[in-house]
Each structure stands twice: as C-alpha cells, then as structure tokens.
C-alpha cells in the first residue's frame, strides 16, 4: 500500500512544519503534545522517525517518576501520570478520577482546558498550584528528551500548548535550575498557536510524500482503481 495510516501525532508535527520549518537536512525537530493525551514524534533528516514498531517519539510513556502514580498505559510513573490531561484535571477537585476520565477525553479535552484555564484565570490556588507543578515535570520531560534526542526545536502542542501560560515559568525555572548540557543548551522551546488544530493538513502532507517518493507506485494504484 502506498500510503499508510500514522499515528495522530506524526500527522500533527508535518502539519506544523509550515509554520516551523527545518533549517537544514541534518535539523530535527521534536514534537511534544497530543489533543487530548501525551504524545510525540520526530522528524530528522527530511523524515518522519517510526522506530522499529512505529512508536518513536512516544514521549508520554517515559518513566519520570518510578514510584509515581499507575498510568492508564500499565506503568507506573510515566509522563502522562505527571502532565497528562485526566490526572491533571483531577487533582484540581474534579469529582471524577483520572480513570474514569480517560475514556472521555477524546470529546471532552478542550471543555476540561477551558475549565482550567477558567479557574487559573480566577485565581483558584488548586488550580494554579498544580498548573506550576505540572510545568516543574514538563521541565523534566523536556530535559529528558533533548537529552535522548538531541533536536534542534521542541514544538510543545496541543492542550499542553493551551496551557502554555501557567506551565511555561516552572518548566523553564526547572531546566535552569538542572543546568545545560549539550543536547539543550542550543534548544529552541516553541509552543505551537492554535492547539487543538485537526490533523488533517498532516495527512494530507504524509500522502504528498508518498506520492513524491513513489510516483511510479500511484500511477499504478490509480490505473488499478479505474
């Protein structure tokens, strides 16, 4: 088949390269963020990275905090258990857990953000208590993967973007206070504008490529399909 199906978040970071493009063929960009969940990808040398079972990238399920928290995943402390959506949401005093929200977040993600950034904007000090804690672990998560995966860019989407505001401080006071090494010291840090924007230019773009990379293969497809 000439054009497969991605995961959401890969088709979320070519989408973005519009707006952040690669400076170069050796440029990577990481891309950190998910509509609803905490997802990733990578995109090196003028290509999106899969890894060997197509989960490069999965940047939500490092393990951050070992005696944290049991993630919706199986694990026990990963990047979604300290950042994720439903935990955050419920430990600022929502009456459902984080389990009972998972389910529904594919429906609910931008009323819960809204309902964040409502509170926060009030002053609610549960609110923003956990808002400069999460960004504290964004910082951490951001370290960890400028460590592993050296990228030029970090583009921070997604509902971690829509909360850019309240997450950013913390996030960059726990980086400094880490000190640099070389894998971040020359990071450029963006939060994507329009988070909770469709996937689809993405996919329209992964299909673009296909296309470029095997002509041959959709003319073929096409007389096919005639």
């Not at 959401?8 to 891309?31: F, Q």
């Not at 509509?35 to 393990?63: D, P």
């Not at 928290?69 to 857990?97: D, P």
């Amino acid at each position: 088949m000439l054009v497969g199906i991605d995961r959401a978040t890969n088709y979320s970071l070519l989408g973005r390269l519009k707006d952040h493009p690669v400076r170069s063929e050796t440029s990577t960009i990481a891309h950190l963020g998910g509509l609803y969940a905490v997802s990733g990808g990578i995109y090196s040398r003028s290509a999106l990275e899969h890894g060997s079972t197509g989960l490069a990238g999965e940047f939500g399920h490092f393990v951050i905090d070992p005696t944290g928290e049991q993630c919706w995943c199986g694990r026990r402390g990963c990047v979604e258990t300290r950042i994720g959506l439903a935990g955050l949401y419920a430990r600022c005093g929502g009456s459902e857990t984080s389990a009972q929200l998972v389910p529904q977040l594919a429906l609910r993600h931008e009323h819960l953000v809204g309902q964040l950034l409502s509170r926060a904007e009030s002053g609610d000090p549960l609110v923003l208590r956990e808002l400069c804690e999460a960004g504290r672990w964004l910082g951490i998560t951001v370290d960890t993967i400028a460590t592993i995966v050296n990228p030029g860019t970090l583009l921070i989407d997604g509902y971690l973007s829509a909360l850019a505001k309240h997450l950013e401080p913390t996030m960059t006071s726990q980086l400094e206070s880490v000190g640099p090494v070389p894998s971040i010291s020359g990071l450029g840090i963006s939060f994507a504008d329009a988070p909770f924007t469709p996937v689809n230019r993405g996919m329209h773009i992964a299909a673009a490529l296909a296309v470029a990379m095997e002509p041959g293969a959709a003319l073929d497809q096409a007389g096919k399909a005639r």
